[in-house]
Every structure is written in structure tokens, then in C-alpha cells.
């Protein structure tokens, strides 16, 4: 059983709009969260890590982390076609220091 | 050129052959690390390692054997080839522990298409 999930999607937006991307965690103890993108045939990218409760910017990016409900949510502001990609959340569960990896989920921006 | 390469980037065998996927990296990095990606599954971790001739299991490791003997080498070896093991394989490395005591990134390498007939 995937011990992170992600709703594969896809989830389809219209330019310009909020996305918001959503994953959640079984392992209370888990410490460091990450969102990567990855592009249709392409290799996966950092976008951000957060480790604290709360929200975390950068540029059109937001992570939000909420420990006790277990969720990690990536918000992309003012999205753009080359937003289209799909976007992975990988967990650091505790006790360890590699990550798991949800199945990711599928993002489109419509002009 | 600096950073993570793979060899090969597309690789087609027949079932039982043996196959080794190459993965170099230019930066030192001590931690290294073997995904597979299959849609329905996402990335699954195959094997890891911490420094040269320290690797350990991941996830999915039955059918693989990896090798460590320098920092900068990382090679994942099919030992006899099954159609399960058909897939998108990379090769990933860090300079450090990955968290708030070490680092967040993860860099990637292009990827292997490998295709087991």
C-alpha cells in the first residue's frame, strides 16, 4: 500500500487560474516533504521542500504543510501552459532519510 | 559537461540476457540512488547508497544488483532480464542526507528507457 497519495488527475485549469495539488501521508513521524515536477519524458525537478507546519513561498509556488491533518498541498499561482507537467510529492517518513514518492499527479493549463 | 549522466538512454533486450544501466555523476555527491517509474506506480526506489561500497535495498530491489566502488559511478545490473522489469529507470544523487540537516535537492539523470522482450 502507497504510503503517500496523490490524485493522478488530471487536474485541468484554465491559464491564469490557482492550481492546487494535494498529498497526503500515513507516517505521523514523517519530518521533510517535497514537490518535484516533472515534464512528459523528462527527469523529475525540485520545485520546494517545506519541513515546518504553515506555508512556504517561492514566486508563483506555495507549499503548504499541515503536520496534523497530514496533507502537504502545492498552490501555483497565475498558472501557464508550460505549467503543464506532472507534479510529484515525496515524503521523508521518520525514522528515515530517503523519500517515498506519490504516484503524482497530472497537471494541464488551457489557454 | 558537470552533473548526472545515464548510459544507455534506450535499451531494448530479450527476456534472461543480462543488462547493466550506467549512471555517472561530477559532483562528488555522497548519497546516490536507483528509481524505476511505471505508470500506475510513480517512482519506486530500487537501491541506495550513502558513500562508495555502502548500498543498501530499497522498495523494489529483487532482480537487481548495484556496485559502488568509486563516488561518482553507480551502476544498477540486471543479472537475467524478466518483462517486469521493463520500465524508466534513473539515476539520482544528493550531495548530502536528504532533510533540514542536510540538503533538499535531488538531482536527477535523463533516464533509461529500458524495454525487456
Known amino acids: 500500500q502507497k504510503e503517500v497519495e496523490q490524485n493522478s488527475g488530471p487536474l485541468s485549469v484554465p491559464e491564469g487560474a490557482i492550481a492546487s495539488l494535494n498529498c497526503t501521508y500515513s507516517?505521523?513521524?514523517?519530518?521533510?516533504f517535497f514537490w518535484y515536477r516533472q515534464y512528459s519524458g523528462k527527469s523529475p525537478e525540485l520545485i520546494m521542500s517545506?519541513?515546518?507546519?504553515g506555508d512556504k513561498e517561492d514566486g508563483r509556488f506555495t507549499a503548504q504543510l499541515n503536520k496534523a491533518s497530514q496533507y502537504v498541498s502545492l498552490l501555483i499561482r497565475d498558472s501557464q501552459p508550460s505549467d503543464s507537467a506532472t507534479y510529484l510529492c515525496?515524503?521523508?517518513?521518520?525514522?528515515?532519510?530517503?523519500?517515498?514518492f506519490g504516484r503524482g499527479t497530472s497537471l494541464i493549463v488551457h489557454p | 559537461d558537470a552533473g548526472i549522466t545515464q548510459s544507455p538512454r534506450y535499451k531494448i533486450t530479450e527476456t534472461g540476457r543480462q543488462v547493466t544501466l550506467m549512471c555517472h555523476q561530477t559532483?562528488?555527491?555522497?548519497?546516490m540512488f536507483w528509481y524505476r517509474q511505471d505508470l500506475g506506480h510513480g517512482l519506486r526506489l530500487i537501491y541506495y547508497?550513502?558513500?562508495?561500497?555502502?548500498?543498501d535495498k530499497g522498495e523494489v530491489p529483487d532482480g537487481y544488483v548495484v556496485s559502488r566502488s568509486k563516488t561518482e559511478n553507480f551502476p544498477l545490473t540486471l543479472e537475467s532480464a524478466t518483462r517486469s522489469q521493463t520500465s524508466v529507470y534513473f539515476c539520482?544523487?544528493?550531495?548530502?542526507?536528504?532533510?533540514?540537516?542536510?540538503?533538499?535537492?535531488?538531482?536527477f539523470g535523463p533516464g533509461t528507457r529500458l524495454t525487456v522482450l
Open positions: 539520482a544523487s544528493s550531495e548530502s542526507v536528504l532533510g533540514p540537516s542536510g540538503t533538499d535537492t535531488q538531482y
Open positions: 507516517d505521523r513521524g514523517s519530518q521533510s
Open positions: 517545506i519541513y515546518s507546519n
Open positions: 515525496a515524503v521523508i517518513q521518520g525514522g528515515s532519510y530517503i523519500p517515498t
Open positions: 559532483w562528488s555527491h555522497s548519497y
Open positions: 547508497s550513502a558513500a562508495a561500497d555502502i548500498t
